[in-house]
């Protein structure tokens, strides 16, 4: 069966010509969509008031996502994912940065239903500023290619994982998983790539596989085999995969 049959409809496109802008309540502001999109635009930023408002849930796959904005996670402790689609993306763009803060992370969770694509090409305009993007359990998941014009900075890519103990994904606790062929193709970082230099912290670019990761003009030594290889300035920043 084709993995679109249960699906309940497609819509050619959503576009909202402003901005996207959570509020005090369990999904204000939230864009949520039972099947596939074509194209879903959001011209000014998405931004979250209370944890789970100001997102975009989309339970299938989305041809073109493109935020013109910033996108801006929640102040609130409580773990949530700023942009959720359960069956990929090809194409996301973000005219500006993604920003969650020091108490929770701006985060973005790609699904690959059946071994499909999860991102196409990622491509972020401004920065990575503490923000996580996971597939969450799936070893299979598959990220093309990612690309921040900006800095990353105390920011996170967990592909195929299980967090671990502190419940965050991409820290050293995270467990990959086990079997599956998913990935990350290539990670370009135009900018800086820094962590903090608080005692304990970790950010961690990890996934099964990893094909490339350049910042600036470094090009990082991946070998065909595991790595766990420091990124950067801080010591809290590492890239790990199993070959």
């Known amino acids: 069966m084709d993995i679109q049959d249960d699906l309940p409809f497609i819509i050619p496109a959503i576009t909202v010509n402003g901005s996207v802008i959570g509020g005090n309540a369990v999904a204000a502001g939230d864009i949520s969509v039972a099947g596939d999109i074509g194209a879903l635009t959001i011209g000014g930023d998405l931004r979250a008031g209370v944890a789970n408002t100001g997102g975009i849930g989309v339970q299938g796959h989305v041809g073109l996502l493109t935020i013109g904005g910033d996108i801006v996670g929640s102040v609130e402790v409580s773990p949530n994912a700023q942009v959720d689609v359960f069956r990929g993306v090809d194409l996301f763009r973000i005219g500006g940065s993604i920003r969650g803060n020091v108490n929770q992370s ?5 699904g690959s239903n059946l071994g499909a694509r999860a991102v196409g090409t990622l491509l972020v305009s401004g920065n990575m500023d503490y923000a996580t993007i996971t597939t ?3 070893g299979d998941a598959l990220l093309g290619r990612i690309k921040v014009s900006g800095d990353w900075i105390a920011s996170r890519l967990a592909i ?4 671990g103990p502190d419940q965050i994904y991409g820290t050293d606790d995270d467990v990959l998983d086990e079997i599956g062929d998913g990935g990350v193709g290539k990670l370009t970082i135009k900018g800086q790539l820094l962590g903090t230099v608080a005692d304990g912290d970790s950010f961690r670019i990890m996934a099964r596989h990893i ?3 350049k910042v600036g003009e470094v090009l990082y030594p991946l070998t065909a085999g595991s ?3 420091a990124l950067g300035p801080t010591p809290d920043v590492h890239a790990f995969d199993v070959g």
């Not at 701006?106 to 790609?110: L, P, V």
């Not at 195929?160 to 967090?163: L, R």
């Open 106 to 110: 701006a985060r973005i969770d790609i």
């Open 136 to 138: 969450d359990e799936d």
């Open 160 to 163: 195929g994982t299980t967090e």
């Open 211 to 213: 094909g490339k990761i």
């Open 227 to 229: 790595d766990n290889l």
